[in-house]
């Protein structure tokens, strides 16, 4: 264990190299950029249609959405801009920890709309309540551990959180009624 500490970030490569040698050390170096480089792809298109699709029906402001002054690829130019500061900026520990955080609340969200969906989907009310309670104990865990273990990155993820709030607030106060939306969606 305390090997494949002190390698770090090229652990998974050294871990080859005993076996296969420089040649698997290598392989798995490339194999490592390339699952990076293709979940970067991935993750900017993917937030780039989204905050497109968001645009379009009122939830973010226009100039993220394909008739912005920066181009249909607007939402995603804004996107990839924030990962860069962010990610020079930030601890990747501490980014982990808040991508982590918002995985577990977006999982209790779903698990909410499943339950308040669950005469139109067939949903059993036992284990959509069972899922939501056990997504809530991980959280709680999670944010006393995290509190206790890195101090700074709670504070982080409670100010990103109010942040995001506020913002939102803000947006909504400023455009005003929103526009008709698909029932189904809104009603979710």
Same mark, same amino acid.
């Given at each position: 264990?305390?090997?494949?500490?002190?390698? /770090?970030?090229?652990?998974? #490569?050294?871990?080859?190299?005993?076996?296969?040698?420089?040649?698997?050390?290598?392989?798995?170096?490339?194999?490592?950029?390339?699952?990076?480089?293709?979940?970067?792809?991935?993750?900017?298109?993917?937030? /780039?249609?989204?905050?497109?699709?968001?645009?379009?029906?009122?939830?973010?402001?226009?100039?993220?959405?394909?008739?912005?002054?920066?181009?249909?690829?607007?939402?995603?130019?804004?996107?990839?801009?924030?990962?860069?500061?962010?990610?020079? &900026?930030? %601890? &990747?520990?501490?980014?982990?920890?808040?991508?982590?955080?918002?995985?577990?609340?977006?999982?209790?969200?779903?698990?909410?709309?499943?339950?308040?969906?669950?005469? *139109?989907? /067939? #949903?059993?009310?036992?284990?959509?309540?069972?899922?939501?309670?056990?997504?809530?104990?991980?959280?709680?865990?999670? #944010?006393? *551990?995290?509190?206790? %273990?890195?101090?700074?990155?709670?504070?982080?993820?409670?100010?990103?959180?109010?942040? #995001?709030?506020?913002?939102?607030?803000?947006?909504?106060?400023?455009?005003?009624?929103?526009?008709?939306?698909?029932? %189904?969606?809104?009603?979710?």
């Amino acid at each position: 264990v305390p090997e494949v500490i002190g390698y /770090g970030e090229t652990a998974i #490569a050294e871990a080859a190299r005993p076996t296969l040698g420089d040649a698997g050390f290598t392989m798995m170096a490339i194999a490592a950029l390339l699952a990076t480089s293709s979940s970067v792809n991935a993750t900017l298109y993917a937030a /780039g249609g989204l905050t497109s699709m968001l645009a379009s029906v009122g939830q973010f402001p226009p100039f993220f959405g394909r008739g912005s002054p920066l181009g249909s690829h607007a939402g995603m130019l804004i996107t990839a801009g924030i990962v860069l500061v962010v990610s020079n &900026l930030v %601890d &990747l520990s501490a980014i982990a920890s808040v991508g982590s955080a918002c995985s577990l609340v977006i999982f209790m969200l779903v698990g909410v709309a499943a339950y308040r969906r669950r005469a *139109d989907t /067939g #949903a059993n009310a036992a284990i959509v309540l069972t899922a939501i309670a056990a997504t809530a104990v991980v959280l709680a865990f999670f #944010a006393v *551990d995290t509190l206790r %273990d890195a101090p700074q990155t709670f504070i982080a993820i409670i100010a990103i959180t109010l942040l #995001a709030v506020a913002l939102d607030a803000v947006w909504k106060r400023r455009r005003g009624a929103p526009p008709l939306a698909d029932p %189904d969606v809104t009603r979710a």
